[in-house]
């Protein structure tokens, strides 16, 4: 029996068919803490969804034509802090600059935030799970994507994904470059502790090594 | 014949800018834009800080204000909106630029498809299947 010399293209979300250079599209595969969060708000008349970005317009245009309100704002998570140096005179930055989602308080019933976490330092992450907790009305839900392991999935950790909503069962991740951004692989705790004031509602594991986190901000 | 009236590259309008006819603009205009019954095309050149209220409205350049169409809102790859739209269709092509929100009347019907890189929610575009779409692209 004889073996193709070469491996199957991955299946699992790292497939890269580019649409253009800077850019590669993966197959859709299912999130089921999406399907879950699109349940439960879309009970609600006329939900609020902010999507964090990188903006994909079909994801807006696809939630919007569910019957959402889709706000669009791209965040930017702040860099590291400086450390001081051992020995040297320069002293640690007393003001970070601000982590800041620019939308208003408790008015969203769904966050969508992607990979957000992982372009997070580990020092700024309880900033980002206090901004989210900010702009999530109550009852509402974060939807929050962090990889588990950077080796494993290198193609990944070196880009940012911009994701399209096919179905409420089907997304896609198409690669942007993440460039002058490090990722973190947060461990699960770190990321339960961040985001502590919200109830986690489920972490799923998928094949190409993402976590989704679904997080509910409780009454 | 229809009309269609084009505001040049070097006009600048501050104010109302009304009328009834199909209309393009390739200046800036800082104000409010009425066109209810007739289609608005910002050119990709054109600079608009405006409410803006027609039945369409294409985007290939820069809008900051909030978009009301009665019909569709269209942003080309190179466009730029800042503002909040609310139209029954909305078709944002991939690379074009948004900060706001959008709202579209509640339909019945699924999301339609997507057609040539656009996504478009109108429900009497053809469903062409994902397959094809992707394809195209």
Redesign the interface.
């Known amino acids: 029996m004889k073996f193709p010399w070469r491996q199957p293209a991955p299946q699992d979300g790292l497939g890269a068919v580019g ?1 253009s250079g800077e850019q590669s ?1 993966a197959a859709a595969h299912a999130c089921p803490s999406l399907v879950r969060a699109m349940d439960r708000i879309f009970k609600r008349d ?1 939900p609020e969804i902010l999507d964090l970005g990188p ?8 939630l ?4 959402a ?6 965040f930017f998570p702040p860099p590291a802090a400086p450390v001081a140096e051992p020995g040297g005179t320069r002293e640690p930055d007393p003001s970070p600059s601000p982590l800041v989602i620019d939308q208003p308080d408790g008015c969203f019933d769904l966050v969508l935030a992607w990979e957000h976490a992982d372009f997070t330092p580990p020092d700024r992450l309880r900033d980002f799970g206090a901004e989210i907790h900010r702009v999530l009305a109550v009852g509402g839900l974060l939807l929050l994507f962090a990889l588990n392991n950077l080796s494993r999935a290198e193609a990944m950790a070196r880009t940012l994904g911009r994701y399209r909503i ?1 179905e409420d069962d089907k997304i896609a991740r198409e690669a942007v470059p993440a460039i002058g951004r490090r990722r973190w692989a947060h461990p699960t705790r770190e990321i339960e502790r961040a985001l502590a004031p919200l109830s986690i509602q489920g972490i799923h594991l998928q094949r190409n090594q993402m976590r989704e986190f679904l997080a509910l901000k409780p009454e | 014949m229809e009309n269609i009236v084009n505001i040049g590259q070097s006009v600048q309008i501050k104010g109302q800018l009304t009328g009834s006819e199909d209309l393009t603009i390739e200046g800036m205009v800082d104000g409010k834009i009425m066109v209810s019954d007739h289609s608005l095309t910002i050119g990709a050149n054109g600079k608009i800080s405006a409410e803006v209220h027609a039945k369409t409205v294409v985007v290939v350049g820069q809008v900051v204000g909030n978009i009301t169409a009665d019909d569709k809102v269209e942003i080309a790859p190179t466009g730029s909106v800042e503002g909040d739209i609310r139209a029954p269709r909305v078709a944002i092509s991939d690379g074009a630029r948004f900060k706001g929100s959008i709202d579209m009347e509640r339909k019945s019907s699924a999301p339609a498809a997507k057609s040539s890189g656009l996504a478009t929610a109108a429900p009497v575009v053809q469903d062409i299947p994902r397959s094809a779409s992707a394809a195209e692209r």
Do not use: Q
């Open positions: 649409r599209e006329k903006f994909c317009g079909d994801t807006a245009v696809y919007a034509d569910r019957g309100r889709v706000s669009v704002t791209e096919d």
